[in-house]
């Protein structure tokens, strides 16, 4: 690479970081509850799974703790500052002053996640079942003190 072309690149990659830090809430608002309504999609079976309301499908629950996996981190930083509102939203304005619980949530949904997917390796439907119900707690006891019932703008 010639230093003229390198200058080039890192003049793009500064726009292209500038970019990024201008996301607008209402974009990020729209991110993050688009991945949770992937992983609530994914999830939705599962738990019906877990809870014999519906047969048990190893293939689904394979396929969809991966996308759960693969998505489940992506979110978090679209509830950063400034994003409180900006589009109708979920969000409890808790999770802007208890931050770091907010965080600790998402970090044990996320280890949950993981644990869920070495679990689903192992083909232990008896196990698989609890750690997606682990994983459903995981879910709501965040739901219960960081989302709203009604949406606000
Ligand atoms: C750390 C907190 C936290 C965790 C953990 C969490 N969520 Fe959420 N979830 C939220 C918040 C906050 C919203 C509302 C976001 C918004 O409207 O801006 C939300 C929204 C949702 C929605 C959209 C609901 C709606 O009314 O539009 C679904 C579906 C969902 N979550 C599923 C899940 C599932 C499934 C899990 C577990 C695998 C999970 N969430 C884990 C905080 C969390």
Redo the contacts with the bound molecule.
């Keep these: 690479m010639t230093p003229k072309s390198l200058v080039l690149t890192v003049v793009a990659l500064g726009i292209a970081s500038t970019a990024l830090a201008q996301v607008k809430p209402e974009d990020e608002?729209r991110f993050?509850?688009s991945v949770?309504?992937v992983?609530?999609?994914c999830?939705g079976p599962m738990i019906g799974m877990a809870q014999e309301k519906i047969p048990y499908n190893a293939e689904v629950v394979a396929k969809n703790t991966n996308i759960?996996q693969t998505v489940?981190g992506l979110h978090?930083k679209s509830?950063g500052p400034g994003t409180e509102k900006g589009a109708p939203?979920?969000?409890?304005l808790k999770?802007w002053s208890e931050t770091a619980k907010?965080n600790d949530?998402?970090d044990?949904?996320q280890q949950e996640?993981g644990r869920l997917s070495q679990t689903v390796k192992g083909g232990d439907e008896k196990a698989i079942k609890a750690a997606i119900g682990d994983?459903?707690k995981?879910?709501k006891?965040?739901?219960d003190d960081?989302?709203l019932k009604e949406?606000r703008t």
Aim: hydrophobic share 55%; glycine share 6%; charged share 20%.
């Design positions: 608002i993050r509850q949770m309504n992983v609530g999609r999830f759960i489940i978090w509830f939203t979920k969000a409890d999770i907010f949530l998402a044990k949904v996640v994983l459903g995981a879910c006891s965040c739901h960081f989302r949406v």
